[in-house]
């Protein structure tokens, strides 16, 4: 995923850096707030149920955003989609990972030492002669 971001107008929320529309940063927020209400980690099961539950328009959580903030909403998004544009960007980005032996996915702080990895490739590049 690429990942563009202006530092002179960079936004105190990381679901808005990351993601491109406001629906994707809702989902996202709401999938994170379900992996911690799971102790951070959840099976294949519970994440087929959470994208089957905002398939169908069964999903129900309390926005931020407002003129909606506080208010409990039912959320729908088409399950290929939250596949592909927020799950996978998640993984790739290394926000969460997923355990091949167990089948769970998990909160990571991968996304920060990637982070930091880029950093220093940049540091290095700057140091190099011309």
């Known amino acids: 995923m690429v990942m563009l971001f202006d530092r002179f107008n960079l936004s105190d929320d990381v679901f808005e850096i990351i993601f491109a529309t406001k629906q994707q940063e809702i989902v996202a927020r709401a999938l994170i707030q379900y992996f911690k209400n799971n102790e951070s980690e959840i099976n294949k099961?519970?994440?087929?149920?959470?994208?089957?539950?905002?398939?169908?328009?069964?999903?129900?959580?309390?926005?931020?955003?407002?003129?909606?903030?506080?208010?409990?909403?039912?959320?729908?998004?088409?399950?290929?989609?939250?596949?592909?544009r927020?799950?996978?960007?998640?993984?790739?980005?290394?926000?969460?990972?997923?355990?091949?032996?167990?089948?769970?996915y998990r909160i990571s702080d991968n996304f920060i030492k990637e982070m930091r990895k880029i950093g220093l490739l940049w540091a290095q590049e700057l140091k190099k002669p011309p």
């Open 45 to 84: 099961t519970q994440m087929s149920f959470f994208a089957t539950q905002l398939h169908e328009g069964n999903f129900e959580t309390t926005l931020r955003e407002p003129p909606y903030a506080g208010k409990k909403v039912k959320l729908t998004y088409n399950k290929r989609q939250f596949y592909d």
């Open 86 to 104: 927020i799950l996978t960007p998640f993984k790739s980005m290394g926000l969460v990972d997923y355990d091949m032996y167990k089948k769970t």
